[in-house]
């Protein structure tokens, strides 16, 4: 071997030995559930399971990756049950990884130091049809999935942290057709109390500071909420009763991700009960929030309607009035 072939040769190998720790320690994948909350098999609800997936950059250079589109094909989710069996995959991810079609992407550069954060539901990758525990893992792959093995170091994906997934039958519905909602400190069911107007409001509030969303949405009168609005009224009107079920279910998902009615979700610093006043069936509770915008923090004032049913006290809907900054 002639001694030009002999220098390539080393020199191809020592970039290679030293890209590969890059890959395979300096650049963490990590995976955390976005909400804590207690997840149920789809059942009534179909509600998704957000899991936030991290990169963090730890080598001395930056760090490139394409994420594509549609993240079926730059990240996998390996999910298994306590008898180390992979669950079955998602109709999801098979329909759209057997189509046969560009796959679109932006190239991705975290600088050392940094991070990036994106959030996917889980259950896009895997088949969630029975109770039980579960372990969970993600992949990612810098230069896209492949449905071939790839032995480059950029081809071989990036591996994470296992997360353990809980998840419960499905959730029964109440009364007005929402599943029950169980407490994430205790377990017990929550159920609805009969508190006074003033302290349904401050419980919600309460609740939202602490993004105990099934808290939050404990006093609310979905079927109120939703219908306030001309259009969805509409659309409530023309749906069945198994339609109205998945609008509640879509409402409350909205709700979470700020796509409808975000006054009401926004997190206030701080709030004061000013004024409350009932007549018989109806009530109003006026209320000052704060707000952290920046280094400024907004005022604003909230007039909560509710309803009396059966001695428990409903938010029906809201009216918001800006007081300026301060």
Not at 193 to 208: C, F, G, H, Q, S
Not at 224 to 235: F, G, H, L, P
Not at 295 to 304: G, I, L, N, P, V
């Amino acid at each position: 071997m002639k001694q030009a072939q002999i220098r390539w040769f080393f020199s191809v190998f020592l970039a290679v030995i030293c890209i590969i720790p890059v890959f395979a320690a300096d650049i963490e994948l990590s995976i955390r559930f976005y909400d804590k909350k207690i997840y149920h098999v789809s059942g009534l609800s179909g509600e998704p399971i957000y899991v936030q997936v991290t990169l963090t950059n730890r080598s001395p250079a930056p760090f490139r990756f394409k994420l594509a589109d549609e993240r079926v094909f730059s990240i996998d989710f390996d999910i298994r049950n306590l008898s180390n069996q992979s669950l079955e995959i998602a109709d999801y991810l098979r329909r759209k990884r057997s189509e046969s079609r560009n796959v679109y992407f932006r190239e991705i550069t975290v600088e050392p130091g940094e991070s990036f954060s994106f959030v996917e539901d889980i259950r896009n990758y895997a088949t969630l049809r029975d109770a039980g525990s579960f372990v969970v893992q993600a992949r990612i792959f810098p230069e896209l999935f492949r449905e071939t093995a790839v032995s480059t170091p950029r081809g071989m994906p990036l591996v994470s942290n296992r997360l353990n997934l809980n998840l419960r039958p499905p959730a029964l519905p109440g009364s007005d057709s929402i599943p029950f909602q169980m407490d994430v400190e205790t377990g017990a069911v929550l159920v609805r109390e009969k508190l006074p107007p003033d302290e349904v409001i401050a419980y919600m509030l309460t609740a939202r500071q602490k993004s105990q969303w099934e808290k939050f949405f404990l006093y609310m009168d979905m079927e109120a909420m939703i219908t306030n609005d001309a259009v969805r009224r509409r659309s409530w009107l023309n749906e069945s009763e198994e339609g109205r079920i998945r609008m509640m279910a879509k409402y409350r998902d909205d709700l979470r991700n700020s796509m409808a009615d975000e006054d009401i979700a926004l997190i206030p610093s701080d709030f004061r009960i000013e004024n409350t006043s009932h007549n018989g069936e109806s009530a109003r509770v006026v209320v000052t929030q704060w707000f952290q915008v920046g280094r400024y923090t907004e005022r604003r004032r909230y007039e909560y309607n509710l309803r009396r049913r059966d001695d428990v006290w409903t938010i029906q809907d809201y009216t918001v009035t800006k007081l300026g900054t301060e």
